[in-house]
C-alpha cells in the first residue's frame, strides 16, 4: 500500500526541486518533477510555465517529442495552429475542455436529444450560447447566395458549433443537422462560458482560433471557384491561407514585386491602375468583393500588367501558389477555373481601359 504524502513533506520536496531546477533549468527529469509537484499544490500559473520551459527544452532534443509533450498539457499553448486543426478534424480540443470543466452532473441536467435530419440550429436564429455535442454526429452547412447548402464540415463527439456567436452575439450563421441515428447536445450559456474563460487563456485562444479557421472555410466553399471543391481540399487550404490587410494607397499587387500566391477581396474598395492614350494614370472601377487577383501568376512567363491599389482599407485572404498547385494536382478542374477566371479577368480590365 502506497503511503499518502503529506503536504508538508510536498512542499518540502518543492523547495529541494526548486533549488535543483534554479542549478540545472535544463534538467528534463526534474523540470517534469518540479511541475508535478507545483501542479500537486495548486499552483497552476507557475506549473504552466515551468512546463513550457521543459517544452522548449524538448524541442531542441525532438520535434516529435515536444508535439506529444504539447499534446498531453494543451494549456501551455505550445499546440501550434496547424496541429490544433488536425487534431480537430476529428475532436475540438476546446470542446473536451469545456465537456471537463462542465461537469457529469450539469450536462445530465442541459442535455437534449435529437434523431437523424433533425434541426440543430439555422442560421437566421440569434445566438450568444456555444453548442457541445456529446452523442453522434452534427453536419453544418453554408448558405450561398441563392440560399443552397453548402456543406462546411461534419462534427463528433466533444466538438463544438457556434463559437462564432459565443465570441460575438449574432445569427448562427448556418445551418446545422444530425447526420446519425441519434444525437446527443447541450447549447452552454455564454455567461457559464466565460467564467471557464477568466482563468483560462489557452481556451480562449483555442475557441478564437477555431472560429477564424471555420470562417475561412466558409469564405472559400462559398467561392464560385472553389465552391465544388472536396471538403477535406477545402480545408486543407483553409490552413495555408492567412488574411492580409490593406490601407488606403497601399499596392495590393505591383509590376515588379513578385508574390507567391493569390488574394480573395473580403472587403473594402480595390482597384487596377490604366494609363490611358495621353499617358494619365487612371484607377479603373473598383473590384466586387470575392474577386480573386493575381490569377496570372498561374501562366507561366507572365507578369502581373496593372498595379492594384487599395482605394481605402481593403481585408483580403492570401491563398499561396503552392498549396493552390497541391490541389489542383489531386483536384484538375480547380486549375481550369483558376486560368478561365484569369482570362475573364483580363477581358475586363481591357473593356474597363478602352472606355477611358
Known amino acids: 500500500m502506497t503511503k499518502k504524502v503529506t503536504r508538508k513533506k510536498l512542499e518540502q520536496a518543492l523547495e529541494t526541486y526548486a533549488g535543483l531546477v534554479e542549478v540545472y533549468p535544463d534538467n528534463e527529469d526534474y523540470l517534469q518533477r518540479y511541475a508535478d509537484m507545483l501542479q500537486a499544490l495548486g499552483r497552476s500559473a507557475t506549473a504552466t510555465i515551468t512546463l513550457q520551459h521543459l517544452h522548449d527544452v524538448i524541442a531542441t532534443r525532438s520535434e516529435k517529442e515536444a508535439k506529444a509533450f504539447a499534446r498531453k498539457y494543451p494549456q501551455i499553448g505550445r499546440i501550434s495552429l496547424e496541429e490544433v486543426f488536425d487534431a480537430q478534424d476529428k475532436h475540438s480540443i476546446a470542446g473536451k475542455i469545456i465537456y471537463e470543466l462542465l ?30 455535442v456529446l452523442k453522434g454526429n452534427v453536419d453544418i452547412y453554408a448558405l450561398d447566395k441563392n440560399n443552397n447548402r453548402v456543406l462546411l464540415e ?53 475557441l478564437n482560433q477555431r472560429a477564424r ?52 477581396i473580403l472587403s473594402g474598395k480595390a482597384s487596377y491602375i490604366a494609363t490611358n492614350k ?10 466586387k468583393a470575392q474577386s480573386l487577383v493575381g490569377n496570372l501568376l498561374l501562366k507561366k512567363n ?19 501558389l503552392e498549396q493552390l498547385m497541391n490541389i489542383s494536382a489531386a483536384f484538375p478542374p480547380l486549375m481550369e477555373r483558376l486560368m478561365q477566371h484569369a482570362e475573364e479577368q483580363q477581358q475586363h480590365i481591357a473593356r474597363a481601359i478602352s472606355k477611358l
Request: aromatic share 8%.
Open 154 to 206: 461534419n462534427v463528433g463527439v466533444y466538438d463544438i458549433l457556434a463559437e462564432n456567436t459565443f465570441l460575438t452575439p449574432n445569427n448562427y450563421g448556418f445551418d446545422a443537422f444530425v447526420s446519425s441515428e441519434s444525437a446527443v447536445i447541450v447549447k452552454v450559456p455564454r455567461k457559464k462560458i466565460l467564467k471557464m474563460l477568466e482563468n483560462n487563456e489557452h481556451l480562449h485562444n483555442i
Open 278 to 287: 495621353i499617358g494619365k494614370r487612371f484607377a479603373l472601377p473598383p473590384l
Open 213 to 264: 479557421f471555420r470562417t475561412v472555410v466558409q469564405r472559400i466553399a462559398l467561392h464560385p471557384i472553389f465552391k465544388t471543391l472536396p471538403l477535406k481540399l477545402c480545408k486543407y487550404l483553409a490552413r495555408y491561407t492567412s488574411t492580409k490587410v490593406f490601407l488606403e494607397k497601399n499596392m495590393i499587387l505591383s509590376l515588379d514585386e513578385h508574390t507567391n500566391g493569390l488574394y480573395m
Open 103 to 132: 461537469g457529469k452532473v450539469w450536462l445530465r441536467m442541459h442535455q437534449k436529444k435529437l434523431k437523424e435530419g433533425q434541426s440543430v440550429c439555422q442560421a437566421n436564429n440569434p445566438s450568444d450560447s456555444l453548442i457541445l
Open 302 to 320: 507572365i507578369q502581373q500588367t496593372h498595379e492594384l491599389i487599395a482605394a481605402d482599407k481593403v481585408n483580403t485572404l492570401y491563398l499561396p
